[in-house]
């Protein structure tokens, strides 16, 4: 299963549309990009495996493989990215600002069920990131 998710990059935050098949999952937020910076700046664009994983702060939520020079980017569910994430991505129904949306845990549950149904199918789930400005592209 392949994941797009399409970023538009803000001083404030990154806001995102995440789709599936070419079909709109939902929407993320995300912190600014500050080169990749370690907790204050969203990860480089690019290509990234996914599995589900478990903690007892997140519950079930998303790991992004490999990730250069991060670790631990999850997919998980916050509302505010600057006070929520340090990196991570995530989920929410409706964007309410830059950086900012609302009824993560909606999203959050509706990209798990699609992963597991994936991974139930032994298939590989992988997240393609990219800016929807081409002409402000974010690549390393």
Not at 90 to 119: D, E, H, R, W
Request: hydrophobic share 35%; glycine share 6%.
């Amino acid at each position: 299963m392949e994941l797009v998710l399409q970023r538009a990059y803000f001083k404030e935050g990154t806001n995102g549309t995440l789709f599936r098949s070419g079909l709109f999952l939902c929407h993320t937020i995300e912190l600014p990009w500050k080169n990749n910076k370690r907790n204050i700046s969203c990860i480089p664009e690019g290509e990234y495996q996914i599995e589900p994983r478990f903690s007892k702060r997140f519950k079930h939520h998303l790991i992004l493989k490999a990730v250069k020079d991060r670790s631990y980017i999850l997919f998980h569910p916050a509302n505010d990215a600057l006070k929520d994430l340090e990196g991570c991505i995530a989920p929410v129904t409706y964007l309410s600002g830059i950086g900012k949306g609302i009824y993560s845990k909606n999203a959050m549950q509706k990209l798990l069920s699609l992963v597991y149904q994936a991974k139930d199918r032994k298939e590989i789930i992988l997240l393609t990131i990219k800016s929807q400005n081409y002409e402000h592209s974010r690549t390393l």
